[in-house]
């Protein structure tokens, strides 16, 4: 059974269905705080680099740490579900910046149709580009993750897959390490 204390971090490439997915998860537990790691990005100003690319590694691992850290802390009263574009290449680095001895990871990965098709029919998102999202995809889609930690069926209703990922939060089958 899932106690406070625990940080649930629902990932994937732009268009996933992350943001989503998370919203209903947060509803579902209770005490829950989600924390949107696009927050952490829209505090860079002058000089930001597209976190897509890789001269971002630096930015991207000082912005994950403060996202984590913020977790980690907010852990301490309730369930902490965080929204964000966390790769497996990033887990040690948000682990050890939370300072807690585990997360539980949840990857969702629908078909890059799916994502590409979000992402060009977002209004009033501050990210529409398909091409990196589509680079994004593939960098989770040749990610070396355990597949327990994946969620690409994208044939349910996000509320169902939220509830399923409530159940693996709960029985911690999808808890890393």
């Known amino acids: 059974m899932l106690t406070v204390g625990a940080v649930i971090v629902v990932t994937g490439p732009p268009g996933a269905g992350k943001?989503?997915?998370?919203?209903?998860l947060a509803d579902l537990l209770d005490p829950s705080a989600l924390v949107m790691g696009?927050?952490?990005?829209?505090?860079l100003r002058n000089g930001a680099i597209a976190p897509w690319l890789v001269e971002a590694d630096q930015q991207n691992t000082a912005v994950i740490q403060a996202a984590a850290a913020a977790s980690g802390r907010l852990a301490a009263c309730c369930?902490?579900?965080y929204d964000g574009v966390v790769g497996p290449w990033f887990l040690p680095v948000f682990l050890e910046a939370s300072g807690l001895k585990h997360l539980l990871y949840a990857m969702l990965l629908p078909p890059l149709a799916v994502c590409l098709?979000?992402?060009g029919s977002?209004?009033?998102h501050g990210f529409t580009d398909r091409d990196a999202a589509e680079h994004m995809w593939r960098e989770f889609h040749r990610a070396d993750i355990d597949p327990r930690h994946v969620l690409g069926d994208q044939d349910i209703e996000l509320a169902e897959?939220?509830?399923s990922l409530a159940d693996r939060?709960?029985?911690g089958t999808i808890r890393y390490p």
Do not use: N
């Open 19 to 24: 943001s989503t997915v998370a919203a209903l």
């Open 38 to 43: 696009d927050d952490f990005f829209g505090f």
């Open 79 to 81: 369930s902490v579900i």
């Open 117 to 119: 098709e979000r992402v």
């Open 122 to 124: 977002r209004e009033g």
């Open 161 to 163: 897959i939220a509830q």
């Open 169 to 171: 939060v709960k029985d």
